[in-house]
């Protein structure tokens, strides 16, 4: 459940850009398909991700209101995440089909470029052409895969979307409830820190470097993906000196479902 909106309202004059004496060095990044090689994964910077620097313990303050609700966080019908998990891998295999088939138009159009100097009598043009003959029939039974990956995509989406949206709403209504008393918990809590809220937002190489005094402090982010998004919420503890390294990658996160 999504929490990060609590902090949009308030945040706003408590908010320190000031330089202090110790410094965070955060380093976003997160794999992702290569577009060039099929099933090949690359490494990406996460640029213009908002990175919030607290000196408390947010996700402490989100359990303890939790834990005082007088009635439970709506479930997620484990059915549900396995529907939107079969989504997922429905819409990565039309994606693949898709672009295998583009590959295949690219090279048919490469090789009508190729041929269309020579003579038909020579022997490239010849070889281009069985190659034309060859590829054709792949690009053929790319589309039929490509067309039936969509067909599946689309009717597991269609049986998802509404269970999901209602799911949601439930959920978003007991949270609006339960996390009422956010504000003023917040609020509480960096007083008693006498520190403020410090943010910054990564570099187009997913790089930031914030200033906050020494202490106890937790680098918090998300990275919303198709269906979940990546959640962070890490304890540092800042000196002087060299920055303290924070890295928020998938292997770092909390992997959290989203409708």
């Known amino acids: ?46 640029a213009d991700a908002e990175v919030q620097v607290i000196p408390f313990d947010r996700d402490a303050v989100f359990d303890s209101l939790v834990g005082a ?5 709506p479930a997620i019908p484990p059915d549900l995440l396995v529907a939107q998990g079969e ?3 429905a819409q990565a295999e039309w994606n693949a089909a898709e672009a295998t088939w583009g590959n295949g138009r690219a090279r048919q159009q490469a090789i009508v470029d190729e041929m269309e100097p020579l003579n038909q009598a020579e022997a490239k043009y010849i070889t281009l052409f069985r190659e034309f003959q ?3 029939a792949q690009v053929a039974r790319a589309e039929r895969v490509k067309d039936q990956a969509f067909q599946r995509f689309t009717d597991l989406q269609e049986g998802y979307i509404q269970r999901a ?17 956010a504000f003023d918990v917040f609020a509480v809590k960096l007083r008693e820190s006498g520190q403020d809220i410090v943010m910054d937002t990564t570099n187009a190489q997913g790089y930031a470097l914030i200033d906050v005094p020494p202490g106890e402090w937790w680098v918090h982010a998300y990275y919303e993906l198709v269906y979940s998004e990546l959640y962070w919420n890490i ?22 479902p989203i409708f």
């Open 1 to 46: 459940m999504r929490r990060s909106w609590l902090f949009l309202i308030l945040l706003g004059p408590l908010f320190s850009m000031a330089c202090g004496p110790a410094q965070v060095a955060v380093t976003a990044e997160i794999d992702v398909p290569d577009p060039d090689a099929e099933g090949v994964m690359v490494t990406r910077p996460i």
């Open 87 to 89: 989504i997922a891998a």
């Open 69 to 73: 609700s007088p009635t439970p966080e």
């Open 165 to 181: 949206d209602s799911i949601s709403f439930i959920r978003d209504q007991w949270a609006d409830e339960v996390f009422a008393p």
């Open 235 to 256: 304890p540092v503890t800042v000196v002087r000196g060299d920055p303290v390294q924070v890295r928020l990658t998938r292997e770092t996160a909390e992997i959290r």
């Open 134 to 136: 060859d590829v054709e």
